[in-house]
């Protein structure tokens, strides 16, 4: 039972690259989010999901799309890579919707933007 | 809007002694209230969670938080601190009904020998 894991661990891009960033549970959980980790600034939502083809914005949105066509699987996509998404990318899972539920965290991925 | 201080960036202490770290919150209605911990190039793990039962959570590790609605506070407490507490906590809110956890800012704890 591996958990939540994420894929790559560590990217650099230049300005203007498209990247694709990989989370993938083993917990059969309906609910999964991508939050950004910012110094000085706590997890910010990016973008969720409450099941197998659905989507939704989160607080930070722009700039980010993302797709669940597998329940084990949530992907987010940068299109045009900007330095201000440098960051650290985590994804996280739970089997229920928040508020009440525990979020089972991937090990993050380290996202730098030249 | 639901918002989370928490007050230090960054708190020091020596090996035994007592470990504070303070969270207060803003919220219209009554909330879920969340802390996780981060170590070093590692995901968030929970530590513990008020979900409007006892107002004296235990979590793992030694750790409890005292859930004080007249405060609007929910400090991280730990009697006796050791040198493999030292990471980053960090206090989150949630709303029933609301799709989101709201995370506060962080706060680096420093174990001393």
């Known amino acids: 039972n591996a958990g939540v894991t994420q894929t790559p661990k560590f990217r650099v891009l230049k300005t203007g690259q498209s990247m694709t960033l990989l989370c993938a549970q083993d917990m059969n959980h309906e609910y999964m989010y991508w939050y950004r980790q910012d110094p000085g600034m706590g997890l910010r939502l990016i973008h969720y999901?409450?099941?197998?083809?659905?989507?939704a914005k989160g607080e930070v949105p722009d700039g980010y799309n993302v797709s669940r066509l597998k329940k084990q699987n949530f992907l987010l996509g940068l299109e045009s890579a900007a330095p201000s998404q440098t960051s650290v990318y985590f994804c996280a899972s739970s089997q229920g919707l928040v508020p009440a539920e525990t979020q089972y965290f991937g090990p993050g991925t380290r996202l730098l933007v030249l | 809007a639901q918002s989370v201080t928490q007050l230090g960036s960054h708190v020091s202490v020596s090996e035994g002694a007592l470990v504070l770290l303070r969270c207060n919150y803003s919220?219209?209605?009554?909330?879920?209230l969340f802390w996780y911990v981060q170590y070093p190039n590692q995901g968030l793990q929970l530590l513990l969670k008020y979900t409007s039962a006892a107002t004296l959570v235990k979590g793992i590790n030694g750790f409890e938080a005292e859930f004080k609605k007249s405060e609007t506070s929910f400090h991280l407490t730990k009697p006796s601190a050791h040198m493999s507490d030292a990471a980053e906590y960090f206090c989150?809110?949630?709303?029933?009904?609301?799709?989101?956890?709201?995370f506060g800012a962080g706060t680096r704890l420093f174990v001393k020998a």
């Open positions: 989150a809110v949630s709303l029933l009904g609301g799709f989101k956890t709201i």
């Open positions: 919220s219209s209605v009554p909330p879920y």
């Open positions: 999901s409450v099941g197998e083809g659905t989507t």
